[in-house]
Structures are given as C-alpha cells and as structure tokens.
C-alpha cells in the first residue's frame, strides 16, 4: 500500500480465508502493549522510519519477549443498564491492561485485577455449554474441580457431564422458571459463570445471566478456551504465585537475552 511507518490492519478469518476488514496508516493500541513485552520503542522507530531513517539503519528486530504478556479489554457495561454486555466485532472496549508474568496463568491472573476482574478461589462455577462445546465439558470441568469447585449446570451440560463421570447439580435456565440461575447468583450461591450456549432461547437467557453476573459481581466467560485461561489464572492465584517488578527489571532481561555472550537461559 505505500505506508512508510506503522499501519493498522483489522483481519477477519472464515474456513481458512483471510479478510482485510479495513487498513489505516495509524498506530493501534497493540502497538503499546507489543513495545512493552518486548522493550521495543515502536512509535519512535516507525516516527524515525516516517522521516526517511531505514529500518536496518535503526537495527530494528522483532524483540524478544520479558514473558508471558497478557492483554484485556475493559468494558464500562457498569454504565449502562439494561445493555446486553455481549462483546461483539464493534469497538465497544474503552481500554485495556496487561499482565506480564513468568507463566501464563500468572499473566492472564494480573490482566484480570488490573480489569476488574475478582476471579474467585473458592465456590460454585455454572457451566452451561453449546452442543459444538460439550465434547470439551469434561475436560473443562475437571480442571475446576481439580481447583476444589462445585459444579453447577443447565440440565443439558450436566448430563453430558454425568456420561463423563462428574457429578454436576442441575440449575433451572431462566427460562424454565424459578429458582433459576440468577436466583442462584442473587444468592451468591454461584461465584463464577461459563456460558457458551446458543440459540434464539439460548440468547435471550444469555442476556439475562450477563446481566445479573454484571449486577452481582460474578466474573462470566463466554468461550471455552477463556474458561479454560481463568482456570489457570484461579490457580496461580491460589498458589499465590503473583509478583510484582518494574517494567525496566522487564526489559532488562530482554536485553541480557538478547546479548551475543549470553543465552535465553542467562536472563535471570
């Protein structure tokens, strides 16, 4: 396209094919968080390449990361009542935080506070799971139980969890009337939610359920790889394993990796 510096390319993948939804010549908010894993100025490098400078002038490499870093959106849904909190392809997030760690769980476990988030150690996870998910049900919520959880599903999830061997008790839908899974939440009988279900129904219990987990503070996830993340986050969380250093003690450890007399084992 002619671009000389950064661009924002916004990519969309259906069955293999790639589509660009649109170009900008304009830095996006990734760019931040990209020079912050890595030590890597981006802005002033492609400012310097914008003004002629060459990028094997500026010695300029892809960086070698600090450690695992961890993005995630913040969504003022707080502010607005009755909304559906529903991300979806609009622009909706107002912000975002990074957690960097050693490990992932760590990282996606800092990314989370610094949203928000309050995952919980301890109680009642409800899991309810669309057909395409269920293969991955047991699996999903074994690790939860292996945390020490209750299990708690729609009667759909909890019987493909009973077939597996894991006893799960059954929660009315809020379509199958009361007490039902927001009641439950009310309750604070349930302190986190994993829906994935679809459908026309499906939706219009999915609206009520992201409402009352927004109203009553229950962290809700909506796919099962991030449920699978805030497993992990719940466990570094357990093991306290969260620790704190400046981002300098960071991007010293890059440069020390990236040092000829030194390996990636040498970082420290």
């Given amino acids: 396209l002619g671009v000389v ?32 894993a890595t030590g890597v100025p981006w802005a002033s490098l492609a400012a ?43 622009m909706r997030s107002t912000g975002e935080v990074m957690g960097l760690a050693d490990s992932f769980g760590e990282a996606f476990a800092k990314a989370a ?33 292996e945390l020490g959880f209750e299990l708690l599903g729609t009667a759909g999830t909890a019987a493909t969890l009973e077939a597996a061997g894991i006893r799960a008790g059954v929660v009315r839908k809020v379509s199958e009337g009361r007490p039902h899974v927001v009641d439950r939440m009310v309750n604070g009988e349930i302190q986190l939610v994993i829906n994935t279900a679809n459908g026309s129904r499906a939706h219009r219990d999915g609206i009520a359920i992201r409402r009352g987990a927004l109203e009553h503070g229950v962290p809700y996830v909506a796919t099962v790889p991030g449920a699978f993340a805030t497993a ?24 020390i990796a990236q040092s000829p007399t030194t390996g990636p084992g040498d970082s420290g």
């Fill in 5 to 36: 510096g950064l661009i924002n390319v916004q990519l969309a993948v259906r069955d293999g094919v790639v589509y660009v939804l649109e170009a900008n010549p304009r830095a996006s908010r990734t760019v931040p968080f990209i020079s912050k």
């Fill in 48 to 90: 310097q390449v914008s003004c002629g400078a060459t990028l094997k002038e500026l010695g300029v490499h892809d960086g070698v990361p600090a450690g695992v870093a961890v993005k995630m959106p913040v969504f003022p849904w707080d502010r607005f009542p009755g909304v559906d909190p529903l991300p979806g392809p609009e």
């Fill in 113 to 145: 506070l610094g949203a928000g988030l309050k995952l919980p150690l301890a109680g009642a996870v409800f899991l309810s799971l669309a057909d395409t998910d269920k293969s991955r049900a047991a699996a999903l919520a074994a690790r939860f139980e």
């Fill in 232 to 255: 992990e986050a719940i466990a570094a969380l357990r093991r306290g394993q969260l620790s704190v250093r400046p981002l300098q003690r960071w991007h010293q450890r890059v440069r």
